[in-house]
Structure formats: structure tokens, C-alpha cells
């Protein structure tokens, strides 16, 4: 008897105990983006360039996986990077709930994939967890849907490229691909139009190029650096280096095209680079030319570093010195979420 009840008090501890940290069972809806019968793909040849240039292309480097609203019922899933995903759960933060609730699941997303879905719960569970796992009921937007201004998107995994994309959660930068030369005038240093090939492979070199920039790495070296200012004199101070390393960080666009004659072009929200930057990227470091337009469009002129290096003592100082180190460390640690080995179509990085 005495054996029994303590089986009895043991139970029911284990009980009430896992009681406790069960997750309500509510079924997460998952689907796939990766065939053609289940989604589109953006930035293919022959595509408008109207529409692969758009204002409705223009994403988040943060949100290469983007969901946007389309209207109160139905949203774009769409993958801006040229590598597939998979195992991604899209949380959706709603004007009045607290914390972000998990929406759906994402099995599947081919490299620039989009597919438009209904909201999931317009036609199925209104039941969903929030980040914490407790239960939300969405049940009150079944018939009204959501309005696209009360809602926001991200996108979370354990895979190691989600992880890797991650790091670009504190750049601000908003990515447009863009056509700087309307009259297709051979004259100036822009190409006649961008191409879908050049997106494509623009897509891949953002992120990588992205990621140096956003790491800590980075940030360490160039604060380190002996870092010249526009009078071509004149070092930076610590704060006035956190300062410009700020605003690399937090410029909101990049309007991003394709240069010839010269490597690059860039200033304010313009930034271009030229075809052997765009093939090499995924294989070669290009910090010399990526940093020195990065420079220019935090201000800076080609008397500082910040642009081209200087030689002190023999030695090359400057933005793209570091740059390159970085890039470097990048390839030997494989840090780079697009490899040659993940991107989707391999004539592009021939
Ligand atoms: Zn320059």
C-alpha cells in the first residue's frame, strides 16, 4: 500500500510538472515554394524589367525571405537570395498582440521563389503560438483579414544559412535593383539596362558583401584603423570612426546597377558595380572595389581612404585594405551563406 501511494505522488509530480511545459498542440501549417506548380520565379530572363526593377522588388537585406501584404487576405512569400531555403518559420507581429506569432511554416523555398498564399488562418486553424508558445486566436481577422499597415514579417530557422542570414539583422539597408541608364545612352558608365542575370547574381553578392560589413570583425578592424578623412590629412577619431561605421550600417537604400568602363560607381543611395565584380564575388574577395563605393556613399572622397588606400611606411591603410582582410577570413571560415556550391543557377557564376 505504502509502495503504491508513493507511485501514486510520483505520477502525479511528473504530471502536474510536465503539465507545465507542454506546448498547446496547435498544428503549424507548412508549405512548400519549390516547384513550378507551387510558385513563380522572379529575376528569370525575359522578365519586364519594369517589374524586376519595381518598387514592389525592393526588399529588406535583413528579409530576403519577405512576406508583404497584398491586400487584408492574401500575402507574398518571395526569396531574394539565390540559394533555396529550407525549414524557415514566418513570424508576423500584429498591431495589439504583444509578441510575434508563429504564422506558418516554409518547408521548402526555391532561390527567388514567390508564391501569393491566403493567410492561413482565412481557410484553416484560426489557433497559432506566439514566440513564448502560447495560444493566439486569430479567429477575430477570419472574415476581415489584417490590414497590411498593422502587420510585419520576419522569418526565423535553425538551418546554418538562416543563421548566417541573421547577421545582416542590424544593416537597415533597403535593396533595389535599378536601370540608371532609361535612354540606353552608350556615353555615360552605366549599362544600357540591367539584366535579369546581373540581379541574380547582384542578389548573392549583397548578402555576402552585406555580412562583412555587419560583422564584428569588420567593425573591430576598421576602428582600429588608421582611417584618413576627406582632406586627405586628417585621421579619424574613435568616435568620429564609430560615426562613419554607423552610417554604413544604418543607410536605408541601395539603388544597385550595373557599371561599365569603370569597376564602380557609387554615392547617396546609388551603388554599381561592374561585370567581374558581379561574376567574382562568390569566389574571389572584391573589397577593394565594393569598400571604395561603399565609401563614397557615406560621403567620402577620393583624397580619404575611405576610398582608395593610402601607403603608410610602406604599408596600405584604409577601408578596402580591411575589407579585404575580412572577405578573406570569410572564405577561409566559409561564412558566406552563397557559395558557388548553394547558388542556383551555375551559368551565372561561370
Ligand atoms: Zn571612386
Known amino acids: 500500500m505504502k509502495v503504491l501511494f508513493r507511485t501514486l505522488v510520483c505520477s502525479f509530480l511528473i504530471l502536474s510538472c510536465s503539465d507545465k511545459e507542454t506546448i498547446p498542440n496547435v498544428d503549424l501549417k507548412s508549405y512548400s515554394f519549390d516547384s513550378e506548380t507551387n510558385s513563380n520565379l522572379m529575376f528569370q530572363d525575359g522578365e519586364e524589367m519594369s517589374t524586376m526593377t519595381s518598387e514592389w522588388r525592393a526588399y529588406e537585406i535583413s528579409k530576403v525571405i519577405r512576406v508583404k501584404p497584398i491586400d487584408n487576405k492574401t500575402i507574398e512569400v518571395a526569396n531574394f537570395a539565390p540559394i533555396d531555403f529550407e525549414d524557415v518559420t514566418i513570424t508576423a507581429s500584429i498591431k495589439g498582440f504583444t509578441k510575434p506569432i508563429k504564422l506558418f511554416k516554409i518547408a521548402k523555398i526555391r532561390?527567388?521563389?514567390?508564391?501569393?498564399?491566403?493567410?492561413?488562418?482565412?481557410?484553416?486553424?484560426?489557433?497559432?503560438?506566439?514566440?513564448?508558445?502560447q495560444e493566439v486566436d486569430l479567429s477575430t481577422f477570419k472574415e476581415s483579414g489584417i490590414a497590411p499597415e498593422d502587420i510585419t514579417f520576419d522569418f526565423k530557422g535553425d538551418s546554418k544559412v538562416v543563421q548566417q542570414l541573421k547577421g545582416l539583422t542590424k544593416l537597415k539597408w533597403v535593396i533595389k535593383y535599378?536601370?540608371?541608364?532609361?535612354?540606353?545612352?552608350?556615353?555615360?558608365?552605366w549599362a544600357e539596362d540591367i539584366?535579369?542575370?546581373?540581379?541574380?547574381?547582384?542578389?548573392?553578392?549583397?548578402?555576402?558583401?552585406?555580412?562583412?560589413?555587419?560583422?564584428?570583425?569588420?567593425k573591430n578592424e576598421f576602428i582600429n584603423e588608421n582611417i584618413i578623412g576627406n582632406d586627405g590629412t586628417t585621421s579619424l577619431t574613435k568616435s568620429e570612426k564609430e560615426a562613419a561605421y554607423n552610417l554604413i550600417i544604418n543607410k536605408t537604400r541601395y539603388n544597385c546597377g550595373k557599371v561599365v568602363n569603370v569597376s564602380g560607381l557609387g554615392g547617396g543611395s546609388t551603388l554599381g558595380f561592374a561585370e567581374h565584380v558581379l561574376r567574382d564575388y562568390i569566389r574571389k574577395e572584391t573589397g577593394f572595389i565594393t569598400a571604395h563605393e561603399i565609401g563614397h556613399t557615406i560621403g567620402y572622397n577620393h583624397s580619404s581612404n575611405m576610398t582608395y588606400p593610402h601607403e603608410v611606411d610602406g604599408v596600405s591603410i584604409g577601408i578596402s585594405p580591411v575589407t579585404t582582410r575580412i572577405m578573406n577570413q570569410f572564405f577561409e571560415n566559409g561564412s558566406y551563406p552563397v557559395t558557388p556550391?548553394?547558388?542556383?543557377?551555375?551559368?551565372?557564376?561561370?
Open 195 to 218: 539584366t535579369a542575370k546581373d540581379i541574380r547574381r547582384f542578389s548573392g553578392l549583397v548578402i555576402n558583401m552585406g555580412l562583412v560589413f555587419a560583422s564584428n570583425d569588420f
Open 111 to 133: 532561390a527567388h521563389g514567390k508564391q501569393e498564399i491566403k493567410y492561413p488562418f482565412v481557410d484553416n486553424s484560426s489557433l497559432f503560438l506566439n514566440t513564448s508558445n
Open 178 to 189: 535599378h536601370d540608371f541608364d532609361p535612354e540606353n545612352n552608350p556615353d555615360n558608365n
Open 341 to 350: 556550391e548553394n547558388y542556383y543557377l551555375s551559368s551565372d557564376i561561370e
